[in-house]
Antibody
Framework: EVQLVESGGGLVQPGGSLRLSCAASGFTFSDHYMDWVRQAPGKGLEWVGRSRNKAHSYRTEYSDSVKGRFTLSRDDSKNSLYLQMNSLKTEDTAVYYC?????????WGQGTLVTVSS | EIVLTQSPGTLSLSPGERATLSCRASQSVDSSYLAWYQQKPGQAPRLLIYGASNRATDIPDRFSGSGSGTDFTLTISRLEPEDFAVYYCQQCDSSTFGGGTKVEIK
């Protein structure tokens, strides 16, 4: 059974940093692309970034809204995906979801809440 | 950048009625990567359809997806009380989401 479990969310002040983690199981993590998607309160779904697999040189991509502030990384030996978030803004407040893309079949975690507030 | 436009924004229907939701892409997309989700308040999105027309695991057959190119449709043949929710389409290859359609009780 595929499982994705996010952790690391919480309350942080504007300008602060936070690191989210996603622990994956039930599939060959190293073979697949992984995304972070977020949803601000009362809003729609917004793609944050993508980590491609080893076959594609672990290339990363980011939305314009987080480029230069957020960094995706992965550790295939630990079946884990990470999102380092720096220079956080109040508009980054959202539930952050880890998504595994298994050949056109996306699997989602339950999400972790990040609140940016003073 | 591919833009997905969902319509209508809100659909007001009664249980037992048929719901037809539209997702239109700004340019032709690979239907292998077109997905539909259902989301209820406080819950993560639930995958309904992948590859434009394939039902995900444990999804009832009243949900069906169709379309290709730039026009895709999610159909709920007979609305059950638990189907009233927000629905999103996504092009997984480019990671674009539509803005969502809320299906509410009339």
């Amino acid at each position: 059974e595929v499982q994705l479990v996010e952790s690391g969310g919480g309350l942080v002040q504007p300008g602060g940093s936070l690191r989210l983690s996603c622990a994956a199981s039930g599939f060959t993590f190293s073979d697949h692309y992984m995304d972070w998607v977020r949803q601000a309160p009362g809003k729609g779904l917004e793609w944050v970034g993508r980590s491609r697999n080893k076959a594609h040189s672990y290339r990363t991509e980011y939305s314009d809204s987080v480029k230069g502030r957020f960094t995706l990384s992965r550790d295939d030996s630990k079946n884990s995906l990470y999102l380092q978030m720096n220079s956080l803004k109040t508009e980054d407040t959202a539930v952050y979801y880890c998504v595994g893309l298994l050949t056109g079949y996306p699997y989602w975690g339950q999400g972790t809440l990040v609140t940016v507030s003073s | 950048e591919i833009v997905l436009t969902q319509s209508p924004g809100t659909l007001s229907l009664s249980p037992g009625e048929r719901a037809t939701l539209s997702c239109r892409a700004s340019q032709s997309v690979d239907s292998s990567y077109l997905a539909w989700y259902q989301q209820k308040p406080g819950q993560a999105p639930r995958l309904l359809i992948y590859g434009a027309s394939n039902r995900a695991t444990d999804i009832p057959d009243r949900f069906s997806g169709s379309g290709s190119g730039t026009d895709f449709t999610l159909t709920i043949s007979r609305l059950e009380p638990e189907d009233f929710a927000v629905y999103y389409c996504q092009q997984c290859d480019s990671s674009t989401f539509g803005g969502g359609t809320k299906v509410e009780i009339k």
